[in-house]
């Protein structure tokens, strides 16, 4: 069964902004860290932006430092990217992760896509120069 299903993606010039939306499935991963990763044609999976269970800690690839943000709504059971200033090179399929309970309800956050447990389908984000 799906975990996470993210939306938002589509086609945007270069400079221009996306927010991504990743809803849970379960009130469960509400206390879990979240990650956003990407894959584009011809490349590894790449780790892009993460979160703590409480979103007090962010942790962010040095490719989009500065331009995305992770963020997260736990009432909403919702986590977020917003991308501004997007380049061709930021042009992928992207899917949020989150881990299985138990959790140390720490400021853990996790870059390593072993980390993860539960994946979403992905959303593609298509950047044209």
Known sequence: QVQ????????VQAGGSLRLSCAA???????????WFRQAPGKEREFVAGLS???????????VKGRFA????????TVFLQMNSLKPDDTAVYYCAGRRPPYRLGDDVFSDPHSYDYWGQGTQV????
């Open 25 to 35: 499935s379960s009130r469960t991963f509400s206390m879990s860290p979240m990650g």
């Open 4 to 11: 996470f299903v993210e939306s938002g993606g589509g086609l």
């Open 126 to 129: 298509t950047v044209s120069s």
């Open 70 to 77: 992770i963020s997260r709504d736990s009432a909403k059971n």
């Open 53 to 63: 269970w409480n979103g007090g800690s962010t942790l962010y690839a040095d490719s």
